[in-house]
Structures are given as structure tokens and as C-alpha cells.
């Protein structure tokens, strides 16, 4: 079966400009992550959705980054505007349901590099 | 609240000597723990998994795990090493009440010829 698809692959910007990643799932896989990998550092997870809904985003920068998953399918992650901080690798995943034993598949992830 | 603290941020192993990478975690529910896997500019691929069946857990490319209450580890051990085990190694521990995973800082396994 096709893998977690993320593009782009790399991302170079300036801080304060915008920049948008986006997701697909494996299909059939309800449950959909993003996460932030920074240098040095495991991922943490930045939003959690269950089909189009938000189960958990409270480590999410809010004033700054917003995810949505409009159809319940593929996902986009944005970042207005762009801080120095914010280089690392943005990493999705996904599940076929929630609950603490279903293991999530990952992808590539975006290495986003702000200058 | 959970997490996981991995020891040693670099680990070198000459090829063919066993491989152990340390994984000790804090849970106030008995929790479930994973090893993943994550290879120069890939995603995260999972090794193993521990959700409260057998202590001693087996996953692919010949590594195992095993959960000791008692001293709250999660250790990763492979018994021959091989070039192609070079990689980063996280352990990560579910949340109780959903499946937010909570990622240790990594563990960089080098192979030495």
C-alpha cells in the first residue's frame, strides 16, 4: 500500500514570510498527526485530527500555525509568519483509528530551514 | 503525566557486537511503549511495540525489547550488529487517553566496520 505522502520534500525561507506543507494519508487511516522535529530533539506533536475533527492541538503555536483537514483525507499545516524558531522537520503521520496501541505510520517529512 | 528519557545521545558498536540502547520511561498508568526507528532523511519506521501482553517483545530486523516494571525500562537490544542498523532510535510512550505519542530525544546507533 502507498505510504504517508508529504510535499515539499525541502523549504527554505525568510522569517516572517508564509509557507504551507501538505499531507496524505494512507488510505482508510482516520487518524492524522503533524509533528515538529527540531535538530537534536524527538518529534513533538503539534496537532492530532480523528477524520475532519481536532482531537488535540494544544501544543500547537496557535498565533502563528493552524492545520486543517477539510475532507477528512489529506491535511495542510501553515506557518504565518515564519519565525527562526520554526526550522526543523515537519513530520506526518497517520493511523487507522485512535487508541494507544495503533501504530502510526509516518512520512518523509519537510525540512523547513527559515533564514 | 508521561515521558521518556533515552540515555546516550551517540552509540557506537563495532559490527557484530550487541546492541543496546536504553529507554527508561515515567508513566502513572501502565503504559504503553514503542521503539521507532528513523534512517538519513526518512520518516519514522516502527520497530516494536509493548501494549501489556508479553514482557519481552520481538519487532523486525532481529531487535527485541523488554518491558521491567521494577525499573520503569524499556530497553532495546540487538545481538549482532550490522552496517545497515545505523540510524536514529526513538522510544516513545502513549498518552493514557488517546494515542499522543510522547518521543525521547533519540539515540544515534553508528556501526563500526
Known amino acids: 500500500e502507498a505510504g504517508v505522502a508529504q510535499s515539499p520534500r525541502y523549504k527554505i525561507i525568510e522569517k516572517r514570510q508564509s509557507v504551507a506543507f501538505w499531507c496524505n494519508p494512507i488510505?482508510?487511516?482516520?487518524?492524522l498527526y503533524w509533528y515538529q522535529q527540531i535538530l537534536g530533539q524527538g518529534p513533538k506533536l503539534l496537532i492530532q485530527?480523528?477524520?475532519?475533527?481536532?482531537?488535540?492541538d494544544s501544543q500547537l503555536p496557535k498565533d502563528r500555525f493552524s492545520a486543517e483537514r477539510l475532507k477528512g483525507v489529506d491535511s495542510t499545516l501553515k506557518i504565518q509568519p515564519a519565525k527562526l524558531e520554526d526550522s526543523a522537520v515537519y513530520l506526518c503521520?497517520?493511523?487507522?483509528?485512535?487508541?494507544?496501541?495503533?501504530?502510526?505510520?509516518f512520512g518523509p517529512g519537510t525540512r523547513l530551514t527559515v533564514l | 503525566a508521561q515521558s521518556v528519557t533515552q540515555l546516550g545521545s551517540h552509540v557506537s558498536v563495532s559490527e557484530g557486537a550487541l546492541v543496546l540502547l536504553r529507554c527508561n520511561y515515567s508513566s502513572s498508568v501502565p503504559p504503553y511503549l514503542f521503539w521507532y526507528v528513523q534512517y538519513p532523511n526518512q520518516g519514522l519506521q516502527l520497530l516494536l511495540k509493548y501494549t501489556s501482553a508479553a514482557t519481552l517483545v520481538k519487532g523486525i530486523n532481529g531487535f527485541e525489547a523488554e518491558f521491567k516494571k521494577s525499573e520503569t525500562s524499556f530497553h532495546l537490544t540487538k545481538p549482532s550488529a550490522h552496517m545497515s542498523d545505523a540510524a536514529e532510535y526513538f522510544c516513545?510512550?502513549?498518552?493514557?487517553?488517546?494515542?499522543?505519542?510522547?518521543f525521547g530525544t533519540g539515540t544515534s546507533l553508528t556501526v563500526i566496520p
Open positions: 485530527f480523528q477524520n475532519n475533527g481536532v482531537v488535540d
Open positions: 503521520a497517520s493511523a487507522f483509528a485512535s487508541g494507544r496501541s495503533n501504530e502510526q505510520f
Open positions: 516513545a510512550v502513549s498518552q493514557t487517553d488517546g494515542n499522543q505519542f510522547y
Open positions: 488510505s482508510g487511516h482516520a487518524t
